[in-house]
Nanobody, 124 residues
């Protein structure tokens, strides 16, 4: 089992940047593929980005490609989401998630472990 804690959210102006971090505790962090999801008020939770267990492969939602970068540091049990060129429509609660599977996973139902979320607000 793994426990996840996100940090790094906040208020930023459109065009600005934020870096989210997700700290994992528990065993064998490198056995988990990791993902970032977000949920805006009144909307369903949606996939943002994912990274494989080794960090060698990543994938992104079309809405964030070219602006967001997911990465991980298995030595420190951390996963990051670097967010650049932020837009007001990126405003949401961002969640880190873990799944003990191979490959990149896109569906929230594929992730059994979740953090509590961190709020990102982008002002226009």
């Amino acid at each position: 089992q793994v426990q996840l804690v996100e940090s790094g959210g906040g208020l930023v102006q459109a065009g600005g940047s934020l870096r989210l971090s997700c700290a994992a505790s528990g065993r064998a962090f490198n056995r988990y593929a990791m993902g970032w999801f977000r949920q805006a008020p009144g909307k369903e939770r949606e996939f943002v980005a994912a990274v494989t267990r080794s960090g060698s492969s990543t994938d992104y939602a079309d809405s964030v490609k070219g602006r967001f970068t997911i990465s991980r540091d298995n030595a420190k049990n951390l996963v990051y989401l670097q967010m650049n060129s932020l837009k007001p429509e990126d405003t949401a609660v961002y969640y880190c998630a873990a799944t003990p599977t191979v490959g990149v996973k896109f569906g929230s139902y594929e992730y059994p472990y979740w953090g509590q979320g961190t709020q990102v607000t982008v002002s226009s």
